[in-house]
């Protein structure tokens, strides 16, 4: 358990090892400010009901886990991926060769394609919307960051040079990289 006190409320950060009765004895000795309260573990329902009982007498908000998200690892491949190969990894992927039709590439971080990607790539897939696809050539019909999809235009073929896909105002966006301007 973590308690730290901000302008207006107690921050409090149960982590699954608390029992009622050190909740209550943590908190009788602090100001009577409302509870800000984050659970990063499992807690018991005794907790619980002693969380709720100070609750009602001091005023409480649940907040969502705060935090980056993990990424365990980059994994590197360093040969092509053909059609019908699919590479799914826990963290970012690199690919040193080009990424085929009909090949998918499935990473909770970036993807990063030194060649042409041309397959299915879809990053941030646990929903990490500050993910990125990067490509020499970004020729996929389709690419994917956490929940968002973007489709190619019809008929638009030309390699534009290195570029880097990413999340920007509610929806994917291409932009240029590694060029001078």
């Known amino acids: 358990?973590?308690?730290?006190?901000?302008?207006?409320?107690?921050?409090?950060?149960?982590?699954?090892?608390?029992?009622?009765?050190?909740?209550?004895?943590?908190?009788?000795?602090?100001?009577?400010?409302?509870?800000?309260?984050?659970?990063?573990?499992?807690?018991?329902?005794?907790?619980?009901?002693?969380?709720?009982?100070?609750?009602?007498?001091?005023?409480?908000?649940l907040r969502p886990q705060r935090g980056e998200k993990y990424i365990p690892y980059t994994e590197v491949v360093d040969q092509t991926l053909r059609a019908g190969a699919r590479l799914e990894s826990p963290g970012t992927v690199v690919?040193?060769?080009?990424?085929?039709?009909?090949?998918?590439?499935?990473a909770a971080g970036?993807?990063?394609?030194v060649g042409k990607l041309r397959g299915l790539a879809h990053a941030g897939a646990t929903g990490q919307e500050e993910a990125a696809i990067w490509a020499m050539s970004l020729e996929a019909k389709q690419i994917r960051i956490a929940?968002?999809?973007?489709?190619?235009?019809?008929?638009?073929?030309?390699?534009?040079?290195?570029?880097r896909a990413r999340v920007a105002e509610g929806r994917i966006v291409l932009e240029a990289w590694g060029r001078k301007a």
Do not use: C, F, W
Request: charge should be negative.
């Open 110 to 113: 970036d993807i990063i394609v």
């Open 1 to 61: 358990m973590r308690i730290r006190a901000t302008l207006n409320a107690l921050a409090l950060r149960l982590d699954g090892n608390e029992t009622p009765e050190m909740l209550r004895k943590a908190l009788a000795e602090l100001p009577d400010l409302p509870l800000e309260v984050e659970i990063s573990g499992l807690v018991s329902q005794g907790v619980l009901e002693a969380l709720l009982e100070l609750g009602r007498e001091r005023g409480l908000q």
């Open 95 to 106: 690919i040193l060769g080009d990424v085929n039709a009909g090949a998918e590439i499935i």
């Open 147 to 163: 929940h968002y999809v973007a489709q190619a235009p019809d008929g638009e073929k030309s390699s534009r040079g290195p570029e």
